[in-house]
Nanobody, 125 residues
Framework: VQLQASGGGLVQAGGSLRLSCTAS????????MGWFRQAPGKEREFVAAYNWSGGSTYYADSVKGRFTISRDNAKNTVYLQMNNLKPDDTAVYYC???????????????????WGQGTQGTVSS
């Protein structure tokens, strides 16, 4: 499975970005696709995830109410709409996917088998 991420850019604080991640295979109900980010000098952290089975969504506390993860099943794509961005959101954003992940591991990047290339999101103050 290959993942293609896009949509990063430079915005001012309070602005918005939408990231996309497209899988090279048809996503099944077993798929979980997630977004992680890594800021300079910091560890990678969980941002959000979408469970194809049932459409459940999961968010880090730091982005709840500002970010929304959604999917387009026909395009095998998951989106991350990021609103009211803050300078602390500046990071390289990575999408990840797995077809065997258990829900208790959804926030742990090491549990995902497939990763896309990063896309830079920069928020200026």
């Amino acid at each position: 499975v290959q993942l293609q991420a896009s949509g990063g850019g430079l915005v001012q604080a309070g602005g918005s970005l939408r990231l996309s991640c497209t899988a090279s295979v048809r996503t099944s109900s077993r798929f979980i696709m997630g977004w992680f980010r890594q800021a300079p000098g910091k560890e990678r952290e969980f941002v959000a995830a979408y469970n194809w089975s049932g459409g459940s969504t999961y968010y880090a506390d730091s982005v709840k109410g500002r970010f929304t993860i959604s999917r387009d099943n026909a395009k095998n794509t998951v989106y991350l709409q990021m609103n009211n961005l803050k300078p602390d959101d500046t990071a390289v954003y990575y999408c990840a996917a797995d077809s065997r992940l258990i829900l208790s591991s959804i926030r742990y990047g090491d549990e995902y088998d497939y990763w896309g290339q990063g896309t830079q999101g920069t928020v200026s103050s």
